[in-house]
């Protein structure tokens, strides 16, 4: 067993013996591992405070061949996020992405751009205040996009008209927008407004859109249909779902 370097980002940590922790990682360079740290919760080891949950640090690892949990061999704190103390909707919102990192994606299937837009959500939650139901929306279209769930906005999912943001609706099931002409025959159907339709557009595109004044409503209506979508594609609502603003 050759030993791997890679960046991680702690998004489950269980204390499983007296003295070691299962870790499920994210890392940059393998996607999401699962690794025993032997001495994990032993007093001021060096495992000690870089495998705690949303902490990313740069670690060692033994792949195992089959099956089986990684051996990690060392862990050392690269970074921390430290709003996520001192703001719970902003911590709640880190809990949000680390469920869905953990659950939602295979082990051993990198996505960089998708550990490097996790690592820059988390620095950015709750600041400025108000804006972490925006912050994790882009989170979540880079997700659907890595995953490859893109919602598909530019034509109606079922006929692929051109549409152009008015009168429409957007089906989870098909995972885009629909037409008027096609809405009737699409039962899961929920309206969607011109002003989200286009904030959907600009926040999957853009990197910093988040971070523009959009209105209440459109918030509101950015939380419910993402929620919408990511709990009916994960097959069930996301235990932090709830604890989410907007
Ligand atoms: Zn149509």
């Known amino acids: 067993m050759a030993a791997e370097k890679a960046l991680a980002l702690v998004v489950r940590a269980t204390d499983w013996s007296e003295s070691s922790r299962i870790c499920t990682l994210w890392t940059r360079e393998f996607g999401k591992i699962r690794g025993l740290a032997k001495g994990g919760r032993r007093l001021k080891s060096r495992f000690e405070v870089a495998l705690d949950l949303l902490t990313t640090c740069s670690i060692v690892l033994l792949r195992k ?4 949990l990684d ?5 050392q704190v690269v970074e921390r996020f430290p709003r996520l103390r001192t703001d719970l909707t902003a911590l709640y919102a880190g809990y ?8 939602w994606t295979e082990d051993y299937d990198p996505h960089p751009p998708l550990f490097d837009e996790a690592v820059a959500a988390l620095r950015e939650l709750g600041a400025p205040p108000g804006s972490t139901g925006l912050r994790l929306a882009r989170f979540e ?3 659907l996009r890595e995953l490859g769930y893109q919602p598909v906005l530019e034509a109606c999912a079922v006929c692929g008209a051109e549409v152009d943001g008015s009168r429409l609706a ?3 099931a098909l995972g885009g927008v629909v ?4 809405q009737p025959g699409q039962r899961d159907r929920r309206p969607l407004s011109a002003a989200t339709w286009q904030a959907l557009r600009v926040l999957g595109e853009s990197g910093d859109a988040w971070q523009r004044d959009w209105p209440p409503a459109v ?9 919408q979508y990511v709990t009916y594609l994960m097959g069930r609502r996301p235990r932090l779902l709830p604890y989410l603003g907007s």
């Open 71 to 75: 051996l990690l061999t060392e862990a």
């Open 219 to 227: 918030r509101g209506e950015l939380r419910q249909l993402l929620g």
């Open 141 to 143: 279209l880079v997700l």
């Open 65 to 68: 061949s089959s099956g089986g």
């Open 170 to 172: 957007f089906s989870v």
């Open 179 to 182: 037409c008027v002409a096609c």
């Open 96 to 103: 949000y992405i680390a469920e869905l990192l953990a659950d």
